[in-house]
């Protein structure tokens, strides 16, 4: 019998998406602590020390950062693999997911997202539209151009549905709730492959969760989460004083 995990992280993170679309699709049980970073109090910070999401427990274990936790999921339990057989190509997969990790992640979330949604709704701050600005007109259309030359015109990236798969997919769904799309006409690759993985039935079931928890305050969506049935801890870190820290969702 497969052992049962703990995720602490909320369903809106990209960070968070990738790790549980990786266990879903593994058929790897585990409960949500559906915490954001900024809200989580200090027990969180002690398992955290960054203070990022996702953290995955598993008994005494504890590991931090979402391409850490990937990589020991698709290590201990190897079937269906998420990353491809060839070499080279792993390597690939493997850059590709840390391109998203990092520099699609400061376009997308840190100069997008977080600016229109989480600056307003968490710190009651306004947004700046100068970064939003530069943003959405030169650096999402820089970063869209890479992934564009590295992308098949069908199909994943590697043939098979990988981690570089997974994750492009869930950093456009993040840039989606602040209304951010793909011109599918300039980027055909990108928006096909965005699509594809988006219409996977575990991007679906995620996606249930994510519409909950969206529209509503960070000290609502437990209890929303909670009524609508999703797996949720006994216990959360959250607490209701908001803090910026060091906190960035990886």
């Not at 909320?10 to 915490?35: F, H, Q, T, W």
Request: glycine share 4%; aromatic share 10%.
């Amino acid at each position: 019998m497969s052992p049962r995990f703990t995720i602490v992280g909320n369903y809106i993170s990209p960070y968070v998406r990738k790790v549980l679309a990786c266990m879903e699709l593994k058929g790897l049980a585990y409960d949500i602590d559906p915490i954001t970073p900024f809200v989580g109090d200090d027990r969180f910070s002690e398992l955290s020390p960054l203070r990022r999401i996702p953290v995955l427990i598993e008994g005494e274990l504890v590991l931090n950062d979402s391409s850490v936790i990937c990589q020991y999921l698709e290590d201990r339990f190897p079937a269906p693999s998420l990353y491809p057989a060839d070499v080279a190509q792993r390597a690939k997969a493997r850059w590709l997911e840390e391109y998203c990790d990092t520099h699609l992640a400061n376009v997308l979330v840190w100069k997008l997202f977080y600016q229109k949604a989480i600056l307003r709704r968490v710190f009651h701050e306004e947004t700046d539209e100068a970064v939003v600005e530069r943003a959405r007109n030169v650096e999402i259309p820089a970063a869209i151009d890479y992934l564009e030359s590295q992308l098949p015109a069908e199909g994943f990236a590697f043939g098979e549905l990988s981690i570089a798969d997974i994750s492009i997919a869930s950093y456009f769904r993040t840039a989606s709730f602040v209304r951010y799309t793909i011109d599918a006409e300039r980027w055909p690759r990108t928006a096909q492959l965005v699509d594809r993985t988006q219409s996977l039935p575990v991007f679906q079931q995620l996606g249930h969760w994510e519409e909950t928890a969206l529209r509503l305050p960070v000290t609502e969506q437990r209890a929303a989460l909670q009524a609508a049935g999703a797996p949720l801890t006994s216990w959360t870190m959250g607490s209701h004083t908001p803090r910026k820290g060091l906190a960035r969702m990886e």
